[in-house]
């Protein structure tokens, strides 16, 4: 009974700290400084709201807490996201730790003659103490890392690389904090150590994992059953709370009757079981959702006992000491994380400023802080009230030093007023009736940049027209269309007559690439010239009737496509992330309420499934919240300038390696223009061009660029053959599905020449890749190596723009595939 009054006293007080911790949040504190803050107040040492036998029967709830926090922390860990970055995150996670561990350790024991509850322990259990501390000193806080980088809008090898060590480390430090439990428990026991304690420790370990695969089945088998969500969620919990009851009573009866004490650490078993579920089972994301709902809850009551039970007299007297540990710590990440992004090979000026982003600490160091109060009663209070006060500090201090490290790089996306999920948003409508003015303010409503173009424009709408940009033009002609910068259009609508439509649209297929063209139709005996050109065609004469259909077959999904629904949409994303080329769709982390409903690739539209690969330049129709859609963009968008610098870095001769190219590259970018731009455009209009109509292999398609370039280099064909052959058999010079940029380096001086190739049926480079469309072969010598990667980045920036694969594919004339190059950025 006492029990329940308890929690029905302290239901009241946690709904306040949520509104407490809001509130503070508005200050730009973390949200759990407001929980912890309450805790606090509302403790045995100010109102003394939860007194101190409170908190004992209210153990169960830290219980509940951490299984929940040891579960949370490994769904994070996604085993195929990592494997493309293991090298760095390998070495960075082991400096991490090494130099955490190592430093925290020995500070924590150094300064223990200073500490109330530890100046009168024998050395060796100041020594077990003291890797207690430096073994939860390694924890990281992944929510408080995501959430940042989400603020920021974060994209780049420095943030993915961060994020993914980040997780992996909270994973880590339950293991290493198993290892040191015990170990600890060892010394402060008085078991020696001898073979049989490392027996001990393996076998507690072993049993550990075993008993984490077996929780695993159960989570599978409950997730799998048919119940009601929250019925599962409370049943997921009480088998992670099942656990901790578990460990007590086998510690308690092996301490009885066995010459040994088991300790077997719960957070590791929930930790192992939660990793199999997320990795290994097809219920990761009903698992995910489930502890994404529970979170806040879980995390308010936590967070504010664990304010509850700080003893503030500890605190008092070891606030330096405190201090003390979190400049230590901050120290050893900078040496963790310097050495290990040495060691990776990761550049230095990300080195250098890498150790601000793994300062921040929350749910796992605390829930580690906490289980120290369970497991050594006799001095876990004073001891996690310490810890918990550097946690505190890393909380408040960490987020700023993350942000200003992830924009001193570079890879903050700052928030622009309008959403940019759907790549070009300008849209250019050619008509002047009510129907194309309509049209024009729903899409700027939607936050596009909707244009009106028209040869007559109605006196009542040229008057009532300060929300839409009206551009008036004497001739459909290439020249006009130019002037209205319709290569910056990512989508153009035709609602004028047939011819006029036919026109419009034929000069914009050949000439602009746009992905997204529409005709309103008006004879229907005209639809198969515009279905060549690729155009979505409405027929006022049956769009009514075929929407109403759909109304009666199935009103749900007419309502979305409608946008009745304000909750949902569908927009179009484009795939620019190298990190999911090739990964199958059910191993993409998406938000919960959004599906892949549909994939354009290459002109062609599928339904995906799960085992569906991802591949460069896929338009994913996805269906979704607009917040999860916008972090799904982000997800699948790319760095620009990362981007631009590994395209180069991928394509670059061998021989051009005398200084750092990505270092090079950047100031390429940053300094873009005049003369080398003048000079680059130059080479492109004096270009050979070779427009292949037949599917030819690698081999055909290099002899016929030897003897192309031949004459123009003054070398003989079978020289360059051989050149361009032993190039591509060192490593394959196609960049991108379809796109490839041979390049080798001749004798002499003052040499370079560019060859432009199309191929739509494709040339053959490998018969495990797309053919290539698209190919850029570079020749010149070492003394042209700057130009040679100006033009590189010149060439990345135009191959990596929209629709560049639709308007090199559409040009119909040598003469216009050189201008597809030269006006791509103009």
């Known amino acids: 009974m006492e029990t329940l009054v308890f929690c029905a006293c302290f239901t009241i007080i946690a709904i306040a700290s949520k509104e407490i911790g809001r509130t503070l949040l508005k200050t730009g504190l973390p949200l759990i400084s407001g929980f912890l803050f309450t805790g606090i107040i509302a403790g045995p040492y100010v109102l003394n709201l939860i007194h101190k036998d409170a908190i004992l029967h209210l153990r169960f709830v830290d219980e509940l807490s951490l299984a929940f926090i040891a579960f949370a922390a490994s769904n994070e860990l996604h085993l195929k996201e990592l494997k493309k970055t293991f090298k760095s995150i ?21 300064v223990s003659d200073v500490i109330p509850f530890m100046k009168d322990m024998p050395i060796s259990s100041r020594f077990a103490v003291s890797l207690l501390a430096g073994s939860i000193l390694v924890a990281r806080s992944p929510s408080s890392a995501i959430a940042i980088i989400n603020e920021l809008r974060a994209k780049g090898p420095f943030t993915s690389t961060i994020l993914s060590v980040t997780v992996i480390m909270d994973v880590l430090v339950i293991i290493l904090f198993s290892t040191n439990s015990s170990i600890a428990d060892a010394i402060l026991s008085g078991v020696q150590f001898n073979i049989g304690f490392i027996g ?20 599978i088998f409950l997730l799998k059953i048919s119940l009601r969500s929250t019925v599962k969620t409370c049943l997921i919990l009480f088998s992670g709370y099942s656990v901790f009851l578990f460990s007590s009573e086998l510690r308690n009866i092996s301490h009885v009757y066995l010459p040994v004490e088991i300790l077997l650490e719960p957070l590791l078993i929930c930790m192992v079981a939660s990793f199999y579920v997320s990795n290994f089972s097809r219920y990761r ?43 230590v710590r901050c120290i050893a990440l900078f040496i963790g994380s310097f050495t290990g992004g040495m060691l990776a090979g990761n550049p230095l ?14 749910g796992v160091g605390l829930g580690l802080a906490k289980e120290v109060i369970v497991e050594f009663p006799e001095f876990g209070t004073p001891f996690a009230t310490i810890i918990i006060s550097v946690i505190v500090l890393n ?38 009736d009510g129907q194309a003015f309509a049209l024009a303010r729903s899409l700027n409503s939607q936050g596009w940049h909707a244009q009106i173009a028209g ?95 759909h109304f009666v077959r199935s009103p749900s999904a007419a309502s979305l496509l409608m946008g009745m629904d304000s909750s949902q949409k569908i927009v179009d994303v484009e795939v620019r992330n190298p990190e999911l080329y090739g990964v199958a769709i059910r191993d993409v982390v998406l938000p919960f309420d959004t599906i892949i409903m549909s994939i354009r690739r290459r002109g062609q539209i599928f339904i995906p499934h799960g085992y569906s690969l991802l591949e460069a330049g896929d338009l994913v129709t996805v269906i979704g919240s607009l917040k999860n859609i916008e972090a799904i963009a982000l997800r699948f968008d790319v760095n620009k300038e990362h981007a631009l610098v590994n395209f180069v870095e991928k394509a670059r001769a061998k021989e051009l390696t005398d200084q750092s190219v990505q270092t090079d590259v950047q100031k390429i970018i940053k300094t873009a223009g005049f003369p080398h731009k003048d000079r680059f455009e130059t080479l492109i209009s004096q270009s050979l061009v070779l427009d292949i109509k037949e599917r030819i292999d690698v081999n055909a398609f290099f002899d016929l660029v030897a003897h192309k370039m031949s004459d123009q280099l003054n070398i003989h064909p079978s020289v360059l053959y051989d050149l361009l052959l032993k190039r591509e058999q ?35 480079f490998s018969k495990n890749q797309p053919g290539v469309y698209a190919a850029f072969v570079l020749v010149g010598t070492r003394d042209e190596r700057n130009f040679h990667l100006r033009a590189l980045s010149e060439i990345a920036q135009i ?14 004339s040598e003469k216009t595939l050189k201008n597809v190059i030269i006006h791509s950025n103009s």
């Open 395 to 432: 909380q408040i201090v960490g987020p700023p030093l993350f942000t200003y490290a992830i924009k001193h790089i570079g890879e903050d996306r700052p928030r622009a007023k309008t959403i940019e999920f759907e790549g070009l948003r300008d849209a250019i409508i050619f008509g002047t």
């Open 730 to 764: 060192e490593v394959t010079t196609v960049l991108s599905p379809g796109l490839a940029v041979p390049h080798i380096i001749i004798d002499g001086e003052n040499k370079f020449s560019i060859l432009l190739a199309r191929c739509k049926k494709g040339i053959i």
């Open 799 to 812: 191959v990596l723009a929209p629709h560049f694969e639709n308007r090199w594919k559409r040009a119909r």
């Open 455 to 549: 040869i007559r424009i109605p006196h009542e709408f040229g008057v009532s027209t300060s929300d839409i940009q009206v551009i008036r033009f004497s001739h459909i002609t290439l020249s006009e269309m130019q002037n209205m910068q319709l290569e910056k259009a990512g989508a153009v609508v035709a609602m004028m007559s047939d011819e006029e439509n036919f026109q419009i649209c034929e000069l914009v297929y050949e000439h602009f690439g746009t992905e997204t063209l529409i005709a309103r139709l008006h004879d229907r005996n005209n639809f198969a010239r515009f279905q060549v050109l690729d155009v979505l065609i409405v027929d006022p004469g049956t769009a009514i009737v075929s929407l109403l259909e």
């Open 200 to 219: 001990l420790l393996i076998f507690e370990l072993s049993i550990s994992f075993i008993i984490g695969y077996v929780l695993s089945k159960l989570l």
């Open 285 to 327: 994301k009903e698992f995910s959702q489930i502890l994404y709902d529970i979170a806040p809850p879980i995390y308010i009551a936590f967070f504010t006992l664990t304010g509850a039970s700080l003893a503030l007299d500890v605190l008092t007297n070891t606030w330096h000491i405190a201090v003390i540990l979190f400049i």
């Open 349 to 362: 000026a990300m080195n250098r400023i890498s150790w601000m982003a793994y300062v921040t600490q929350a």
């Open 90 to 110: 390998a070495w960075i996670t082991s400096g991490l730790i090494i130099s955490t561990f190592t430093l925290c350790t020995l500070t924590l024991l150094f």
